[in-house]
């Protein structure tokens, strides 16, 4: 498949979930990080000629990222009518959560709640304007790895890109004319204050990734494996008790 014929199903994915929905979605709400799987999510959101919220939520941001995700923004804004721009800084509400967990302090724990304060922004957005949340996981990261945070940006209502790998998520973005400096950025999940990217994080490039997934005879296969296992229990179904009566 082409990256043009991805960006076209993926859009008319879009329109007919939306359309078979007893209540059909007034807007489609998705968070604006300055990366690349946010920047072709948005912009498939957009064609679709839906109301599209795009949303920028910085909590003590890189200002490189901080400026690429106005820059799409804007970008956005200008190329389709449907779209509006959101600035919702989330610094203070961060910092009163961090003091009122002073006593239960975690890095690891802190880090994911970011992603988590930016999904409960999102969701009171789409309550307010009649919509849905849209995610902006890719294969890799949503059924590869699991490199996203539970109930964070792993909290949303469709994923149009999570069959997708990195690699064509950078096609996609180069076919729609996402910004050059976008394309080129690291990726990055911007939740810690060092600036730590996703392969920082991971060990592995995302090219690395993917080729480990499909190739169990890659030099990177078990480290992958290993990834993987860790963060299994975020993307298998909640595990529940059950009754032999019921």
């Known amino acids: ?131 849905i949340v849209v995610g902006t996981g890719n294969k890799i990261e949503d059924f590869g790895v699991g490199f996203f945070t539970k109930y964070g940006d792993g909290g949303v209502d469709i994923s149009p890109i999570a069959d997708c790998t990195k690699t064509q998520v950078w096609d996609m973005g180069k076919e729609l004319g996402i910004l050059q400096s976008i394309i080129d950025a690291p990726p990055t999940d911007g939740l810690w204050d060092d600036g730590r990217n996703d392969k920082d994080q991971m060990g592995m490039s995302y090219k690395q990734l993917e080729e480990a997934m499909k190739n169990p005879k890659s030099s990177n296969h078990q480290k992958y494996l290993e990834l993987r296992e860790m963060n299994l229990h975020k993307m298998l179904p909640i595990p529940t008790c059950k009754m032999e009566d019921n």
């Not at 082409?2 to 979930?17: A, C, F, G, Q």
């Not at 489609?28 to 990080?33: E, H, M």
């Not at 995700?69 to 910092?95: M, R």
């Open 1 to 131: 498949m082409t990256p043009k014929e991805r960006i076209e199903k993926i859009k008319l994915w879009i329109s007919e979930y939306c359309s078979n929905q007893y209540r059909k979605p007034q807007s489609l709400v998705i968070g604006v990080s300055g990366g690349i799987d946010s920047s072709v999510t948005s912009t498939l959101c957009a064609m679709t000629g839906i109301k599209t919220i795009a949303v920028v939520m910085p909590i003590r941001q890189n200002n490189a990222q901080h400026e690429l995700s106005i820059q799409h923004q804007s970008w956005l804004e200008k190329k389709f009518e449907n779209v509006e721009k959101s600035n919702t800084p989330l610094d203070d509400v961060f910092e009163k959560f961090q003091e009122a967990l002073r006593g239960y302090k975690n890095n690891l724990g802190f880090a994911n709640s970011r992603a988590r304060l930016r999904m409960t922004t999102l969701y009171q957005i789409a309550q307010y304007s009649n919509g």
